[in-house]
Every structure is written in structure tokens, then in C-alpha cells.
């Protein structure tokens, strides 16, 4: 979509190449979802949001399953938790994948459903490092919800769950998705340009 139709904060006109997803599409998708899961569940769910860049799509979730809980359906008791993974500096994944989750945190997970929340699944590497942290610490079971999941030909062949686009392999931004912590109060998702990418260079 061209930038010209949208709102788009000031400080960011000359730092976006297009936008790939309006926001009201995203909130649409994301009712949809909430819908699927909800029909999916089965008593209590732990809704693990991974910050920083899913803190948007959880919260936008967590929203349309308790409007759905108000309903005449069946209703999904909700806990909600908090995990902090960091692994890219500018536009390149860093290899390491920091996971920051205590002991105490880890060990209350154990026979319980847990669907994390995620922005993106890119080559996979995180949420297959992040699984198998999990996993030892014994969960009922573990779904996995991600906005946006990149077309690259680098993905270790890991599929969420739940997926609510696909997105071409280009850095996208916005929609609490950041570069260098930039972008994140930005409403759609978009692509960012070379002058963005210079701009707010590490
Ligand atoms: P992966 O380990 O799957 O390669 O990358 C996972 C994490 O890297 C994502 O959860 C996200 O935080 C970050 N990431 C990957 N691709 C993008 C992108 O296009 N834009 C932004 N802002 N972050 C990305
Ligand atoms: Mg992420
Ligand atoms: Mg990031």
C-alpha cells in the first residue's frame, strides 16, 4: 500500500519504503485468530507474551479472547506471562538467542497450557531454542502464536501453530517490531528503507 494513504507518524515519512499490513487488517486477522484458539482450548490457558516486539499482537489477543469469553461459547480462563528473547542488532539476526526467565518462572509452567506469543518467525532459530527451554520445564502442551511469518529461504523449516501473514523476506518494522528499538510506535506493519535503515543504524 502507498504511503500516501495511510497515517503514518511524521518522524518516520522519509524511513518506510510501503506498508504491508494496515493496521485494521491486522485487527481483523487477529479476531480471527483469537477465534481459533479459543475453539481450540481446553480449560486454563497461559498466554506467554515474548517481548518486546510481541507485546502488541498479545495485547490486541488477549483483548478479542476476553470479548469472547463474554460470549455464549464456551469461555477460556486466561493467566498471562511475560518472556524477553533478543537476538538481532539492525536488520541481522545475531545468532545467540538470549532468553531472561527465572528459575521460579520456568518451573511454574509445568502441567499447564502455554501458548506463546510472538511477532515473527524468521529462520526459525529463536522459537526452536525458546521450545526446547520449555519443554524441560514439563508444560501440559505448548502452541505457538506468530503475527508474521518471513518467506526466506534461511527458515530451519519451523511452522507456528497459529500464523497470522505471511511476509516477504524483506525487514519489516512497526506494530511494536522494531530496528534498533526504533518503529515500534507505528501502527502497520511496513517495509523500512534505506534512508530508515541508515538513519537509525546501531
Ligand atoms: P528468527 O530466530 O526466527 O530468525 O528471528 C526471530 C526474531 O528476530 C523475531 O522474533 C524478531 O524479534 C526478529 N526478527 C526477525 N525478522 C524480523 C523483521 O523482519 N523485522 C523485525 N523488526 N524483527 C525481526
Ligand atoms: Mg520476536
Ligand atoms: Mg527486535
Redesign the pocket.
Known amino acids: 500500500y502507498s504511503l500516501d494513504h495511510f497515517v503514518i507518524p511524521p518522524h518516520y515519512t522519509e524511513d518506510l519504503e510501503s506498508i504491508l499490513i494496515p493496521h485494521g487488517i491486522i485487527m481483523d486477522r487477529i479476531e480471527r485468530l483469537a477465534k481459533l484458539i479459543v475453539d481450540d482450548s481446553d480449560g486454563p490457558l497461559v498466554v506467554c507474551c ?1 517481548l ?3 507485546h502488541q499482537f498479545f495485547a490486541d489477543l488477549v483483548n478479542c479472547i476476553k470479548k469472547l469469553n463474554t460470549g455464549l461459547g464456551h469461555s477460556v480462563p486466561l493467566h498471562l506471562d511475560f518472556i524477553k ?4 542488532t539492525n ?1 541481522q ?1 545475531t545468532g545467540e ?1 538470549r532468553v531472561s526467565l527465572s528459575e521460579t518462572e520456568l518451573k511454574d509452567i509445568k502441567g499447564k497450557n502455554l501458548l506463546i506469543v ?12 525458546l521450545l526446547s527451554k520449555l519443554r524441560e520445564f514439563d508444560p501440559k502442551s505448548v502452541r505457538v502464536a ?1 503475527l ?1 511469518l ?1 518467506k ?1 529461504p ?3 523449516g ?1 511452522i507456528p501453530d497459529y500464523v497470522g501473514f505471511a ?1 516477504p523476506d ?5 506494530y511494536a ?3 534498533n528499538e526504533y ?1 515500534r510506535d507505528l501502527d502497520h506493519i511496513c517495509v ?1 528503507s534505506d534512508h530508515g535503515k541508515k538513519a537509525y543504524a546501531a
Do not use: A
Open positions: 515474548v518486546k516486539g510481541g528473547v533478543k537476538s538481532y536488520d539476526s538467542v510472538e511477532d515473527i518467525i524468521d529462520t526459525g532459530r529463536t522459537m526452536v531454542k506468530s508474521l518471513k526466506t534461511l527458515s530451519n519451523y511476509v524483506s525487514f519489516v518494522v512497526g517490531l522494531d530496528y518503529f523500512i
